[in-house]
Nanobody
Framework: QVQLAESGGGLVQAGDSLRLSCVAS????????MGWFRQAPGKDREFLAT????????YYKESVKGRFTISRDNAKKTVTLQMNNLKPEDSAVYYC?????????????????WGQGTQVTVNS
């Protein structure tokens, strides 16, 4: 069982930056692919970014490429999402997720473990 805890959300203005963090409870953190997703009210949970076990490879939703950066520190059991130039449409609850071997990197159903989420609100 893996427990994930996100932090770093908040209320910001358009153009601002936020850095989200997710700490995992498991000592086997390096054996998990980590992802970030978000869900806005009335919408499906959508993929944002994922990073492979040792951090060698990252994948992004096209619309956030160049603005969002995912990284991980296996020694600290932490994955982060740096978000720059935030827009009002980025407002959502942001979740980190873990999977030992996701069948589809961008599919939320491929991730077995989820955090409780952290709210990001971007005012125009």
């Amino acid at each position: 069982q893996v427990q994930l805890a996100e932090s770093g959300g908040g209320l910001v203005q358009a153009g601002d930056s936020l850095r989200l963090s997710c700490v995992a409870s498991t000592g086997a953190f390096p054996t998990y692919v980590m992802g970030w997703f978000r869900q806005a009210p009335g919408k499906d949970r959508e993929f944002l970014a994922t990073i492979t076990w040792a951090g060698r490879n990252t994948y992004y939703k096209e619309s956030v490429k160049g603005r969002f950066t995912i990284s991980r520190d296996n020694a600290k059991k932490t994955v982060t999402l740096q978000m720059n130039n935030l827009k009002p449409e980025d407002s959502a609850v942001y979740y980190c997720a873990a999977s030992e071997r996701p069948t589809e990197w961008t599919n939320a159903g491929s991730y077995a473990y989820w955090g409780q989420g952290t709210q990001v609100t971007v005012n125009s």
